[in-house]
């Protein structure tokens, strides 16, 4: 059997299972986008054993470059029979596939070879932590990934009749628009893109077309970063009009309860905001409905489509229960670039449950979102915090928008320099005063905060998401 007939047999055996739903698109009143969302435990966790054991001995087989990673480690794939077994296998992280990359143009010794030739479709990550890597993906595993993303949607209230408004952009080999548009398809969702670009071009033109597409299809769907959603927001305030939007779903950064008000406050029609954690590289675990409406922040974990652990940072061991560690994908979505104990670099609390949820599914969920990223990790005088610690505080400030950007210029700086976008009217002393006193005060650590009035931390150019922090801390040696 060639590989690409393997890819195929996998690709029947789940939609035989039901990994992978046929029957589309689902009718409006089930409760998820897949049953198998609601399947008791221990089938859930038989198919997470069985696909983890497939995609470690595929890799193994076809991947030089697992093979030398593993080989190395002193592991063979008959010794990881199920999740419980992960831990023997190394951790590796984005510079080792960069490194492997270069090493070994352009896919490099991780991707299999026999499947590249069916790969239609080039792709790339964005390369805000550095030099752009490159994803592949051959249409059979293209209908599992899809699966994976419309059960985001669906949990999120999409429903078959409605709309769903693409902003993520399609330039530089971007992923987002291709994957969600095939989900969106799957529920039954009308698509259309216009791009983030296309937006900035004319705010006020593509605010108006929303309201029009509003007015025919419900629910109206869209899915971008908080920050541009806000600065969306403020341009129908402008115009005097509510927006149009019943499905409203933020990713990029974490929803905390402040920025859940935030967009509340500007967006009537939505019930809940769901957060979301994951990557293009695998699958995610996103809120549900009854979840986002109760500012509960639990995410649902796809663990028939892929598993992720928190380990301590530089290590292969997991972390305690409700310990802080480095969050690690093990993906079975991609048989051409395979992702087993990739790193996203990522900071997670090891929180978990696996008692059912209201909403009726039965996945794992994750307790407490992502705060930040590592490489975001900072000190000032000897205190060690993220971003998400910041946000928290600047939630309680009056008028701020949520949006702010983190300067850094040390590894131990002597005070936290900031910009904190406001609705205040600027230069206001006294409102200056609260603002720096809050963060001091609630910090512990001096502070020095720059108002800022809205749109003034734009996203860098072509992005969708604010860079909360500027790091310009020298390289350490």
Not at 367 to 387: A, H, N, Q
Request: with cysteine; proline share 9%; glycine share 8%.
């Amino acid at each position: 059997m060639t590989a690409i007939e393997e890819v195929r047999a996998h690709l029947r055996r789940l939609k035989r299972e039901g990994p992978v739903r046929t029957s589309l698109p689902p009718g409006s009143d089930e409760p998820s986008y897949n049953p198998i969302e609601c399947a008791p435990r221990k089938k859930l966790e038989r198919l997470r054993d069985e696909h983890l054991r497939h995609i470690v001995e595929w890799a193994y087989r076809n991947s030089a470059f697992y093979r030398r990673l593993w080989d190395g480690a002193g592991v063979k794939p008959e010794d990881v029979t199920g999740y419980g077994d992960l831990e023997k296998l190394p951790v590796w992280r984005k510079d080792q596939q960069r490194q492997d990359e270069r090493d070994h143009p352009p896919f490099g010794s991780r991707a299999v070879k026999e499947l590249v030739p069916h790969a239609p479709l080039l792709n790339r990550s964005t390369g805000t932590t550095g030099v752009p890597t490159m994803h592949l993906w051959v249409p059979e595993d293209w209908q599992v990934i899809a699966d994976d993303r419309a059960r985001w949607l669906w949990a999120g209230g999409a429903r078959p009749g409605g709309a769903y408004v693409e902003f993520a952009p399609v330039a530089k080999g971007s992923l987002v628009p291709w994957i969600v548009q095939q989900a969106a398809r799957n529920i039954g969702l009308l698509y259309y893109a216009e791009d983030i670009s296309g937006y900035f071009a004319d705010p006020e033109a593509s605010a108006s077309f929303f309201l029009h597409l509003g007015r025919f299809y419900h629910p109206l769907c869209t899915f971008m970063s908080p920050e541009f959603l806000i600065t969306m927001a403020l341009q129908y305030q402008k115009m005097d009009k509510e927006p149009p939007f019943d499905v409203v779903l933020p990713g990029g950064t974490p929803v905390s309860s402040r920025l859940r008000q935030e967009l509340h406050s500007h967006y009537k029609k939505p019930r809940g905001f769901s957060n979301i954690i994951g990557a293009y590289e695998s699958s995610v675990a996103n809120e549900c409905s009854f979840s986002a409406e109760r500012g509960l922040g639990h995410m649902h974990e796809s663990e028939d489509n892929g598993v992720f652990e928190v380990v301590k940072p530089g290590t292969n061991k997991r972390v305690g229960p409700g310990e802080r560690g480095e969050l690690v994908i093990t993906s079975f979505l991609n048989h051409t670039l395979p992702f087993i104990r990739f790193s996203l670099e990522d900071v997670m609390d090891n929180s978990v449950s696996t008692e059912p949820c209201g909403c009726g599914r039965t996945t794992k969920r994750w307790l407490k979102p992502c705060p930040g990223r590592l490489k975001d990790i900072f000190r000032v005088k000897g205190k060690e915090l993220m971003p998400w610690d910041v946000e928290l505080v600047i939630g309680d400030i009056p008028d701020a928008t949520m949006i702010y950007q983190i300067a850094l210029d040390s590894w131990d700086m002597q005070r936290l320099r900031l910009k904190v976008e406001t609705l205040r009217k600027l230069p206001d002393p006294g409102y200056q005063k609260l603002v720096q006193d809050t963060l001091e005060s609630r910090l512990a650590l001096p502070v020095e905060a720059e108002l800022v009035p809205p749109g003034a931390i734009p996203p860098p150019p072509g992005g969708y998401k604010v860079a909360k922090v500027l790091d310009k801390r020298p390289k350490r040696a």
